[in-house]
Nanobody, 128 residues
Framework: QVQLVESGGGLVQAGGSLRLSCTAS????????LGWFRQAPGKEREFVAAINWSGGNTGYVDSVKGRFTISRDNAKNTVYLQMNNLKPEDTAVYHCAARQLYYGGSAYYTGIDEYAYWGQGTQVTVSS
């Protein structure tokens, strides 16, 4: 099992930037594919970004392409989400998620049901 703890959320003006971090417990971090999801008030949780085990392959929802960047540091057991040019519609609780892998490869995952482990989330609020 792995436990995930997010940090880095906060209040920022539109056009600003934040970097979210998600640190995992355990010694097998590199065997997990990772993702970021968000949930705004009254809305369902949605996919934001995902990364494969090595960091060499990433995917994004269309609404954040060119503004958000997901990366990982396996030596630090941490996955990041750099968020630039933030918009009010990015306001949400951001959760990181992990899926254990049993082989390498380039796959990343975009479905909520594809992840077994979730963090508690960090609030991001973007004011206009």
């Amino acid at each position: 099992q792995v436990q995930l703890v997010e940090s880095g959320g906060g209040l920022v003006q539109a056009g600003g930037s934040l970097r979210l971090s998600c640190t995992a417990s355990g010694r097998t971090f590199s065997t997990y594919a990772l993702g970021w999801f968000r949930q705004a008030p009254g809305k369902e949780r949605e996919f934001v970004a995902a990364i494969n085990w090595s960091g060499g392959n990433t995917g994004y929802v269309d609404s954040v392409k060119g503004r958000f960047t997901i990366s990982r540091d396996n030596a630090k057991n941490t996955v990041y989400l750099q968020m630039n040019n933030l918009k009010p519609e990015d306001t949400a609780v951001y959760h990181c998620a992990a899926r254990q892998l049993y082989y390498g490869g380039s796959a990343y995952y975009t479905g909520i049901d594809e992840y077994a482990y979730w963090g508690q989330g960090t609030q991001v609020t973007v004011s206009s």
